[in-house]
């Protein structure tokens, strides 16, 4: 099944389109090497008002279909891969690759179904297996451009942007007006440094097919990464146009402009870090030298005993917990220690350290005004820069802290009042609206100015805020 593959993937605020795929044709009936006895005409009818369906998204009564087409023909491998397309676009990745897996038992070279196999991989992010499945469908159909394109995807999501180069050649030798393809050379050009080819590339896709959004988002994000800010504000712009309610690109587009919204998009916050995961705590720690989970985590344990009424130990609440870097921090002066983030890949890196009592993915405020749990502490390392307005962070916080609890956060700073939108797509903040969100539930006991890490070689200069709950606190 050729498919466009489309997502937002940034570094840290900008996307790109290299990931999760999106239906677009529907797989060839019946493969030419397929060999098996007659099919009866009425289940390849099955197989044909199913795959009709599967064009419209209509992917539970797609799945019945070839459901029925199996058990009346087991020994036919073309609705097993349709049926593993299906279960992919109601995003039961798991179930897919067990169909996927039944059609290449009956047909080992079903290039399709390795085809599909890697975007099922891509889904579940795993990218080397991904680009593995790819590499063997460009094998069994080397003449078909979608396979190399997919392959080229995978390794570039996999970090290997040196690699997915020549395989972005070899599509394009085969259809060079491949948009999708275009899209995947243009963020490897610029991942290998080759920022005026890269950008040659972006122009080119978006100037292919203008009604294409993944296109126009891959040069926008190019062309923010230059600082041609007013070319990037109406590339999104034009984007936008193609699909008006995407809250990701309403927020860049609010960041370029320098206009102001209240919180980054949870889907926006998501998006960042789970491309980011795989990646975070070596690029973070040593390239751009972050320090503000350990400024964080270490504050919060040396300020815990005058916190705490009885016990040596406390209960601690990470919020944005990401990869979990400040889990061996934390872990030592926790009798319980719960992370929460939006992003399910970075809580998979957390959960590969098992420091953490419990791991929930959700959105932190909603999480602390859900809870029934206490804590001591509640901890946030360069978090609530995705969020301008704090007021309804620390009404929350404050309703899940015990009276005396500490509140330990960083966020980047700003001399002015208020908070601004920049065009990073994080918030800086002033002094006074700390002060003002914290009234009535918190007291200061610190403010430090503090650098948070480094980009482009300039610090980024942070509060680190240590707040301390009232006995009374209305929240």
């Known amino acids: ?86 279960l992919r676009g109601m995003g039961r990745l798991d179930e897919a690759l067990l169909a996927c897996a039944a059609a290449l038992r009956h047909r080992p070279d079903y290039p399709e179904a390795f085809a599909n196999l890697a975007r099922i991989l891509l889904a579940q992010n795993r990218y080397r297996d991904a680009a593995l499945a790819a590499e063997q469908a460009a094998k069994l159909r080397p003449d078909h451009s979608a396979m190399h394109a997919l392959r080229a995807m995978a390794l570039f999501k996999d970090q290997a942007p040196a690699e997915a180069l ?17 899209a995947v050379q243009a963020q490897a050009l610029d991942a290998v440094g080759r920022s005026a080819e890269a950008l040659s590339a972006a122009r080119r896709g978006a100037a292919l097919d203008p009604l294409r959004r993944e296109s126009l988002i891959v040069l926008g994000s190019l062309l923010v990464n230059r600082n041609h800010r007013d070319e990037a504000l109406a590339v999104y712009r034009r984007a936008m146009e193609l699909n008006p309610d995407d809250t990701v690109l309403t927020h860049l587009v609010h960041a370029i402009a320098g206009t102001t919204s209240a919180k980054a998009p949870e889907a926006y916050v998501a998006n960042v870090f789970d491309s980011y995961a795989d990646r975070f705590d070596e690029h973070l720690v040593k390239t751009l030298q972050y320090k503000a989970h350990e400024i964080v985590a270490r504050t919060a344990v040396a300020a815990l005993p005058a916190a705490l ?20 921090i934390l872990r030592p002066a926790a009798s319980r220690l719960v992370g929460v983030d939006l992003s399910a890949r970075m809580l998979d890196k957390a959960r590969d350290r098992s420091l953490y009592d419990l791991l929930a993915q959700a959105e932190l405020v909603q999480f602390m005004t859900g809870t029934d749990e206490r804590f001591d502490a509640v901890v946030s390392a360069d978090v609530l820069c995705y969020i301008g307005d704090l007021t309804e962070v620390f009404r929350a916080a404050a309703g899940v802290l015990e009276p ?32 003002s969100s914290a009234r009535g539930l918190f007291r200061a006991r610190t ?16 509060y680190l805020c240590m707040f301390q709950r009232l006995p009374h606190a209305v929240h």
């Open 447 to 462: 403010i430090d100015n503090v650098i948070l890490r480094t980009e482009a070689s300039v610090p980024v200069h942070g």
């Open 1 to 86: 099944m050729d498919e466009a593959s489309a997502a937002m993937a940034p570094a840290m605020a900008q996307p790109s389109v290299a990931g999760t795929p999106s239906p677009r044709h529907a797989p060839s009936l019946h493969p030419p090497s397929f060999q098996a006895r007659e099919i009866p005409d009425e289940i390849r009818a099955k197989v044909e008002d199913g795959t009709a369906l599967l064009r419209q998204g209509c992917f539970a009564e797609a799945a019945d279909l070839f459901g029925d087409a199996i058990a009346a023909q087991p020994d036919w491998p073309m609705p097993y891969n349709n049926l593993a397309v299906a």
């Open 404 to 435: 005396g609890g500490l509140l330990a956060f960083t966020v980047e700073r700003q001399e002015e009042p208020g908070y601004r939108l920049t065009p990073s797509g994080r918030y800086v903040h002033g002094l006074d609206h700390l002060r």
């Open 309 to 328: 009424s009885a016990d040596d130990s406390a209960r601690i609440l990470d919020i944005g917990c990401g990869t979990g870097l400040c889990g061996p």
């Open 166 to 182: 020549p395989v972005c050649r070899a599509a394009l030798a085969l259809d060079p007006a491949g948009t999708e393809v275009l």
